[in-house]
T-cell receptor, first 110, second 112 residues
Framework: RKEVEQDPGPFNVPEGATVAFNCTYS??????FFWYRQDCRKEPKLLMSVYSSGNEDGRFTAQLNRASQYISLLIRDSKLSDSATYLC???????????FGRGTSLIVHP | DAGVTQSPTHLIKTRGQQVTLRCSPK?????VSWYQQALGQGPQFIFQYYEEEERQRGNFPDRFSGHQFPNYSSELNVNALLLGDSALYLC???????????FGSGTRLTVV
């Protein structure tokens, strides 16, 4: 089983839709979690950290479920500019080496 | 505040050659990690440097080596290039007081 697994998609949604991505991780000792956004042929950029209590940043909501070892990202009112690959990132416990999932591709169309 | 800078941005090499990629971390960051990202895949960890030492290494052969300088900048060297080494090579920096990596824009290496 891979350390961090994501559905690669693509998720193809119309503008204004709500879309959710899930990511599972195998190391139960993992301590910190992030979502990164990567545009085509660009570097990954930090979108948001994921906290146990869940956190929201505008149209984006991230949740962590430690018992089931998954994190989620919810995007409301999708914009064309949200089209990108979303990478789930997990820091294993005792390590400062983040492990990346392969990413989920989102395509928002008019 | 300069972010992470990498050079060169693009590179074409022939099989068997050697390549050196360079990275300057974000100001205030002392730890540099290198990642390889093949097309359609997530970044794969190569190694991390801190205080001029390789602190941790991923599952990459010895052909991949690195160095960190006193000013925290870093180099990634790849010897005996293979076609499969073609990828985007990303450098990321961070510091323990500021969680979350900052990535450079990467070096796109093509091996022909």
């Amino acid at each position: 089983r891979k350390e961090v697994e994501q559905d690669p998609g693509p998720f193809n949604v119309p503008e204004g839709a709500t879309v959710a991505f899930n990511c599972t991780y195998s190391n139960s000792a993992s301590q910190s979690f992030f979502w990164y956004r990567q545009d085509c042929r660009k570097e990954p950029k930090l979108l948001m950290s994921v906290y146990s209590s869940g956190n929201e940043d505008g149209r984006f909501t991230a949740q962590l479920n430690r018992a089931s070892q998954y994190i989620s990202l919810l995007i409301r009112d999708s914009k064309l500019s949200d089209s990108a690959t979303y990478l789930c990132v997990v820091n294993p416990g005792g390590s400062y080496i983040p492990t990346f999932g392969r990413g989920t591709s989102l395509i928002v169309h008019p | 505040d300069a972010g992470v800078t990498q050079s060169p941005t693009h590179l074409i090499k022939t099989r068997g050659q050697q390549v050196t990629l360079r990275c300057s971390p974000k100001s205030g960051h002392d730890t540099v990690s290198w990642y390889q990202q093949a097309l359609g895949q997530g970044p794969q960890f190569i190694f991390q440097y801190y205080e001029e030492e390789e602190r941790q290494r991923g599952n990459f052969p010895d052909r991949f080596s690195g160095h960190q300088f006193p000013n925290y900048s870093s180099e990634l060297n790849v010897n005996a290039l293979l076609l499969g080494d073609s990828a985007l090579y990303l450098c990321a920096s961070w510091t323990a007081t500021n969680y979350g990596y900052t990535f450079g824009s990467g070096t796109r290496l093509t091996v022909v």
